[in-house]
């Protein structure tokens, strides 16, 4: 086997693998013996007929297709070996030339990684994160209390914002009824916001029994494509009116939804568990500012190809999510707007975690943490927790596998250093 460097630029690099004839050869033989069974021939036994009778009665390029395809996922990372190189994409493969005599000859095209130089890390400037917990947010969760248990109630008057309208609606695009736009007896609480922007403003001053035409324009961003951009009407007709009716503000409604007896310890009570929820949430959201901080420091263009590699590894993690909750991600995919809107979605987000992972590992090998057995042992306890099992299965499972630990409880001592480093502004 030969293989060269045939093309370098912008982070994408070219190699040519060239095998002889000799090893095609080889690579042929094991396609016959792995198909030959597929394959019947008049006067033998399925599976029985010689190489050489095979060919001529099917072409002589019957096994060619899956001689190359073993010959290239063994060679191909073979040849980046010999060449020191280490792709940051998967690669583009083509045939330039496939033949007993002449052998194969295939290009592989992927990109690299770019080469960058990182700043000072270690005080990373974030925006401040506001932990406070005001009177409003105090008196917003009691609301939302209130709102648990309140009554619902049928009210004899026009509908109004909060109220809940039970209605019977029929939507038509260009006159023509559209998929998903009917439908009977729906609970629509007014000033939601969980219909098409105007939709809702147009049933408040109505009564029940009242037939109301709602006119309304899709987002031109509507997941939907067929209906962005496009007027719609709906037929409504409101079957009923109804309001929440909200217990009253006072020890004996604390009495009722806690354990405390009067509204002052109820509102204590409701700010320290704000405080926990802000002080985990705050956590998270320095975490998220870090990362992305880190992520900024390296201004360089990512290959394309590298980014849709990316992109492929998340949509396939994205699409077996979905499996695992009984959804077909076809249909998802094609509910919002196709795989490929669904890609131009998530592509700020991978090259965020490209940027991040490399930075990240620019710092691992910079640092070059040491590794203790007490650092070791933290991590056991951290993954048994995070996994649901034994300390011991986690060592085990590690045993055969300590760079990969190392590398694992390094990448934790960075997100470590630039948490504690970090500088709120």
């Known amino acids: 086997m030969n293989q060269s460097v045939v093309k370098r630029e912008n982070n994408e690099v070219t190699i040519r693998v060239e095998l002889d004839s000799k090893e095609f050869a080889e690579g042929l033989n094991y396609s016959y013996t792995k198909n030959k069974s597929r394959y019947g021939i008049p006067g033998f036994r399925k599976g029985k007929a010689p190489r050489g009778v095979m060919e001529r009665y099917y072409g002589e390029g019957i096994f060619f297709e899956d001689a190359a395809n073993r010959l290239v996922s063994e060679k191909y990372p073979a040849a980046l070996d010999a060449l020191e190189l280490s792709p940051s994409s998967k690669p583009e493969i083509e045939i330039e030339s496939i033949g007993e005599k002449e ?35 105090v008196n917003q969760r009691i609301e939302e209390e209130r709102e648990k248990n309140g009554r619902i109630t049928v009210a004899e008057r026009a509908a109004k914002n909060g109220d809940i309208v039970n209605i019977d609606f029929e939507g038509r695009v260009d006159g023509e009824i559209f998929e998903g736009g009917s439908m009977k007896a729906h609970d629509l609480k007014l000033g939601s916001g969980s219909f098409i922007p105007g939709f809702e403003d147009q049933l408040v001053g109505h009564v029940a029994g009242e037939d109301v035409s709602v006119s309304v324009r899709f987002p031109d961003d509507y997941r939907a494509e067929h209906l962005a951009g496009k007027d719609a009407v709906f037929a409504c007709k409101i079957n009923e009116v109804k309001e929440l009716v909200l217990p009253e503000l006072n020890d004996e409604f604390v009495k009722d939804v806690s354990e405390f007896d009067t509204l002052d310890e109820y509102k204590k009570f409701i700010r320290e568990e704000l405080e926990k929820e802000v002080a985990k949430s705050s956590e998270e959201l320095k975490r998220q500012r870090v990362f992305a901080a880190a992520a900024a420091l390296m201004t360089e263009e990512l290959p394309e190809r590298m980014i849709e590699t990316e992109l492929d590894s998340m949509i396939e993690h994205f699409s077996n999510q979905l499996k695992r909750q009984g959804l077909s991600a076809e249909q998802y995919f094609e509910f919002m707007g196709g795989e490929d809107s669904i890609r131009n979605d998530m592509r700020k987000d991978a090259v965020q975690k490209i940027k991040q992972d490399l930075v990240f590992e620019k710092i691992r090998i910079k640092e070059n943490f040491e590794i203790t057995d007490e650092d070791k042992e933290k991590e056991y306890a951290r993954m048994a927790d995070m996994y649901k099992m ?19 409880i390094q990448f934790e001592k960075v997100v470590k250093l630039l948490l504690d480093g970090a500088v709120e502004k």
Request: proline share 2%; no cysteine.
């Open 103 to 137: 052998g194969l000859v295939f290009t592989a095209i992927f990109a690299v990684t770019p080469e960058f130089e990182i700043g000072d890390y270690k005080a990373l400037e974030i925006e401040a994160i506001d932990r406070n917990v005001s009177d409003e947010k």
């Open 390 to 408: 034994s300390v011991d299965t986690v060592r085990s499972f590690y045993e055969g596998q300590q760079r990969a630990l190392a590398e694992q």
